[in-house]
């Protein structure tokens, strides 16, 4: 399964979830970013890759829905709420991301 995560600048929130995502149960994961100054950009071809798409925040899935409509269509795109308040690999955003995602993946403990 192919998992794509999803923040503004895809420094801290999308990268740590790619890092620790990576490798679990041969999922592949990447990440990228929905504001100009992103790390990684997110594209068409982030999109139709993925199969699983996690936004960190509402802004990002409208974000993806007004530049990438037609892209999305038969894409689950889901919503994790987390906000913009930790830094990469932040412990707490490490149990955050797992306690959200685990309720679409198998994640092992």
């Known amino acids: 399964m192919k998992l794509l995560f999803i923040c503004s600048k895809n420094k801290w929130r999308s ?14 994961v ?14 068409s071809g982030h999109i139709g ?6 936004c960190m925040e ?11 409509s037609s892209d999305l269509i038969d894409k689950s795109v889901i919503c994790l709420c987390i906000p913009d308040e930790y830094e990469y690999m932040d412990e707490e955003l490490i149990k955050t991301l797992k306690s ?6 198998e994640i092992p403990d």
């Open 15 to 28: 990268l740590t979830a790619e890092k620790i995502f990576h490798g679990i149960n041969d999922y592949e």
């Open 30 to 43: 990447r990440s990228a970013g929905t504001e100009a100054g992103a790390r990684i950009k997110v594209t």
């Open 49 to 54: 890759w993925a199969d699983l798409i996690f």
């Open 58 to 68: 509402k802004k990002h899935v409208r974000r993806l829905h007004e530049k990438f």
């Open 100 to 105: 959200s995602v685990s309720s679409y993946i």
